[in-house]
C-alpha cells in the first residue's frame, strides 16, 4: 500500500470516527437540554428571562469575532451565560447556552463563515454540555462552601464568577481542540495553545460584564454601570480593532507574496503569451460590446413593453397615438380610429380560478389580437384587463365597427386551460381621430367613456360622441353628488302600503328611496340607483335606509294598537348579500330603533338570489337566526331553479309589476299568475302583488288567492308626513265601486307605479 493511500485511509477514519463522535455529543447534548426545560422552575419564566433569550437570539451574534487566520470563532456573549447563572440557575443557563449558540452559527452562516456537516448541532451541543459541565462545578463548589455562598455578597460574586468563567472556558476549548484534533490529527496540547487558549479574552470579559449587569440588577447603581460598560465597549472595539489590524497585516502580507508570485510568472511567460493574452482580450472586448448591446436593446424593450403579454405598454402606445395625432393635425387625409377594451367579468376569472389562469388567459387575448390586425396596427395592453388598439388607414367608424365584432367574434371563441373550458366576452368602445384631440389622454379617455357605454348596453362595440361624453361627465357628477347626498340630508323615503287583499287590512310598508338634489330637483331612482350600485353607494345608502325605515316603523307602531305588528320592506342590493357585514348591518338597525325583528322585512330579487344561490342560503339562514322577514321580489322576471328556490328560507313571495299589469289584455296572463300563487302556497310562502292598477286585476288577484298587494290603485308611495296622516285617518284601503271610472282605470290616469327599489 504507497504511503498516499494510507494517508487517505487515515482520514477517512479520521472522519468517520469524528462524526460517530459529534453524533454522541449532540445526543448528550439534546439530554442535557431537555433536563434543564424539564427542571426549570416555573418562577424563572418571566418578562427578564424571555428578554435575556431574546438579546440572546437578536443581539449576541453580532459581538461576534472570527479569529485570524482561523476556523474558530469566538462571542462576547458568554456574558449572557454567567448572568443567566447568576439570575436564573444552572438550568436558564443551559437553555441561553443553547439559544446563543444556535443564534451565533446561523449568523455566521450567514456572513461566509463555512461550516461542516453537523457542525452547528455539534457547536450547540458543546455550550450546553460545557455549561451543564460548569453547573456540576458550580453544585459542587456551592456545597462545599454552605448557604451562605451567595452572589449577593462582592467577595463570593467574584470567586463564584471564576469559577464560571474557568470552567465554562476549560470545558468549552477542550471540546473545540478535542474535535479539530480528531479531523487533522494534529496534537491536543498544540491545538489547544494554538487556536483555543486565546479565546480566554471572551470569558475575561464576559465575566466582568456579566457581574456588572448583576450588579446593576440587584443595586440599580447606574453610574457604576455605565462606566463598566464604557469600559467593556472599549476592551470590546480594542480588541476588535487588534483582530483586524492581524487580518490587514495577513491580507497585506499575502497580497505582497502573490504581486511577488505574479511578477514572477509575468516575466517568465511574458515573451510567450503577449500575443494570445491580447487576442483573449480583444475577444473579451468584443463580446462585452455584444452583450452590452443586447443589454441596452433588452432594455429599451423593456421598458416599451408589457412583460407579461410582450404588448406595447401604455407609455409606447401614448407615444405612437401621439405622433399619430400630430400627423393627422398636419395631413387631414390621415385617419384611424382608437378602441378601448376590457374583458367583461376578468375578476371572476381570477377569484374562481387562480391569477395564474388569469395571467395566461391574458396572453391568448393578446396572441388573438395580434392574429385579428394589419401589420400597421398597434394594440397594447393598458392594464390590468384592458387593451387599446390603434386602426390605421380607416377613413370612419363604421369599418371600425367591423373590425371591432371581428375582434369581438375572434376574443370570445371558448378554449381551454389547465382542464378548464374559458370563454371570456368584451366591451369595447371606438373613438375615431378627430382634430380636436390634442392628446393621447383625451382620445383614450373617449374611448374608454365609449367602452362603459358599451358594457351598460351590453349590445356590441360603441362609438364615442359628445352625448356620451356629457352624459358621463354627468353620471360623474351624480356619483360625486351622491356620496354626499345622506349626509346632506337629500335623501328620503316614501312609503307605500301593503294591503290585505282579503279584508283590506294595513300590513306594512315599503320603503322607497328618493332623492332630491339641491340643485337638480327630484332625480328618479333609475337614474342615481345604477350609479349607486356600481361605485358601491349602494351599501352605506342601505345602512342609512334600514336604520331610518326601522326608527320611522318604531313611531308608527306606537300610534295604536292594530299598528304594533306594521312591517317595513327594505330593499337589499346584490352588493350587500354577497357582504357577511349585512348581518351585523341589520342588527344595529333594529337594535338602535328597537323594533321587534319579525316586523322589519328584507326584500332580494330573484336574480340576485339566484347568483350565487350557495352563499345566499347561507346569508338567509344568518338573518333568519335573527327573526326577520325575508321576501323574493320581482319574481318571475329572473330564472329560478326549483331545487334551489325549495331551499331558500322566504316568508313572501312577490309577483313583479310585469305579470299583474298585463291582466285583462291577455287572457293566458291570470294563468301565469295562478301558476305563481299555486307554487308560492305549495312553498309555504305569503303572496304580494304588486303594481296593481285597475280593479280587474285587483279582482282576478282577490279570486286567485293572493294574500297581499301594493300599487297605485290602493295607494301611491308617500312622504314620511303624509303616511303618518294617513295612519291617524284609517282611510279604506280597498277601492269602493266609485274609485274607477267606467273603464276601471283609476281617477288620476297613471299606468305605472314610481316605486323604483334598490336591485
Known sequence: MSSKTFDNAQVVNRERFSTSVKVVVIGLGALCLVYAVANLPRTTIGWGFLFVLAFAA?????????????????????????????????????????????????????????????????????????????????????????????????????????????????????????????????????????????????????????????????????????????????????????????????????????????????????????????????????????????????????????SLTGLANRKNFGDVLRRMIEESKADSSIAFQVLFLDIRGFKDINDSLGHTIGDKVLVVAAKRFIRMLNPGDVVARIGGDEFAIILRDLPNADKAQKVARRIYKSLTQPFSLGGHSITIDLNIGIAPSDPEYDTPEEILRDADIAMHFAKEKNDGPAVFNREMRDRFLERIRLEMDLRHAVERNEMSLHYQPIVSLTDGRLIGFEALLRWHHAKMGMIPPFRFIPIAEDSGLILPITIWILHESCRQLAEWQKIAPEYRDLVVSVNISGKHLTKNLLIDDVVGALQSSRVAARTLKLEITESTAMENAEHTIHILGRLKEIGVQLSIDDFGTGYSSLSVLHRLPFDTLKIDRSFVNRVGEHGEDSEVLQTVISLAKNLKMRVIAEGIETKPQLAVLQNLGCDYGQGYLLAKPKGREETEELLYKRPQWLPSEQIADDDGQPRDGRSISDSITLH
Not at 476549560?170 to 479565546?199: D, Q
Not at 464604557?230 to 499575502?254: C, D, H, K, M, P
Not at 509575468?266 to 463580446?287: G, I, V
Request: charged share 15%.
Open 58 to 306: 437578536l443581539a449576541s451574534p453580532h459581538v461576534t469575532l472570527t479569529l485570524p487566520r482561523s476556523r474558530f470563532a469566538i462571542s462576547f456573549a458568554d456574558s449572557l451565560i454567567f448572568l443567566a447563572f447568576l439570575l436564573y440557575g444552572g438550568e436558564g443557563a443551559i437553555i441561553l447556552a443553547a439559544v446563543e449558540t444556535l443564534a451565533n452559527c446561523l449568523y455566521l452562516k450567514r456572513s461566509g463563515h463555512p461550516w461542516g456537516p453537523l457542525m452547528i448541532p455539534t457547536n450547540i451541543a458543546i455550550n450546553i454540555l460545557a455549561t451543564t459541565t460548569t453547573f456540576i462545578v458550580l453544585l459542587i463548589v456551592q456545597g462545599i462552601a454552605g448557604p451562605d455562598f451567595t452572589p449577593e455578597k462582592t467577595q463570593h460574586l467574584i470567586t463564584l464568577l471564576g469559577v464560571l468563567g474557568l470552567s465554562q472556558f476549560m470545558m468549552s476549548s477542550s471540546f473545540a481542540a478535542i474535535f479539530h484534533t480528531l479531523k487533522t490529527g494534529e496534537s491536543l496540547w498544540e491545538t489547544w495553545k494554538k487556536y483555543c487558549f486565546s479565546s480566554s479574552m471572551t470569558q475575561i470579559v464576559g465575566i466582568g460584564l456579566a457581574g456588572i449587569v448583576f450588579k446593576l440588577v440587584n443595586y440599580g447603581d447606574i453610574i457604576t454601570a455605565a462606566t463598566a460598560l464604557l469600559a467593556i465597549a472599549v476592551a470590546f472595539l480594542s480588541y476588535r480593532q487588534s483582530i483586524g489590524e492581524v487580518n490587514t497585516a495577513f491580507a497585506q502580507v499575502e497580497e505582497a507574496e502573490r504581486a511577488k508570485a505574479a511578477a514572477e510568472r509575468e516575466r517568465r511567460l511574458e515573451a510567450e503569451s503577449h500575443a494570445s493574452q491580447l487576442q483573449l482580450a480583444l475577444s473579451k472586448e468584443e463580446q462585452a460590446n455584444i452583450a452590452l448591446r443586447k443589454s441596452e436593446r433588452d432594455f429599451q424593450h423593456a421598458a416599451l413593453h408589457d
